[in-house]
């Protein structure tokens, strides 16, 4: 899941993940209200992988995270989340130490060798 209010980043980084035969099925949400929504439903598909963006309106990434913390951990246990954002603030990466869930933090853009990078990561066989 692509989880970035960005339309043109959310193209180029499902470009990515497609590149990479890393994903089925790519969801991309454009806020992180939405984003929850479907993490909550039982009728969406569940994503194995989410990539979030920080700066969004409305709710940001951190925001999005408190809001997570709150779901069953079950969802939360389903999920690997990365940071994909343009912030490189040392403040931003250590932010992230808080949440025990999210995996990693890389900056935009999301490459095909970024990728495939997180792929072998996360879901070497």
């Given amino acids: ?4 209010d ?5 193209f ?4 990515a993940i497609k590149a990479n035969d890393a994903g089925d099925i790519v969801l991309t949400k454009e806020s ?3 984003a ?13 992988l989410i990539f979030l963006d920080i700066n969004m309106p409305g709710m940001n990434g951190w ?10 951990k079950t969802v939360q246990e389903q999920n690997i989340i990365i940071m994909l954002t343009t912030s490189e603030h040392p403040e931003d990466l250590k932010k992230t130490d808080k949440w025990n869930f ?5 900056t935009k853009p999301l490459t ?9 990561k996360y879901f070497r066989e």
Wanted: charged share 40%; with cysteine.
């Fill in 36 to 48: 929850l929504e479907c993490l909550r439903s039982d009728t969406d598909p569940h994503s194995d």
């Fill in 112 to 120: 095909k060798e970024k990728m495939k990078a997180i792929a072998d």
């Fill in 12 to 15: 180029f980084h499902e470009r």
């Fill in 102 to 106: 999210v995996s990693d933090y890389i």
């Fill in 63 to 72: 925001e999005f995270l408190r809001a997570y913390s709150e779901l069953d």
């Fill in 32 to 34: 992180a209200a939405d």
């Fill in 1 to 4: 899941m692509l989880v970035d």
């Fill in 6 to 10: 960005n339309p043109h980043d959310n």
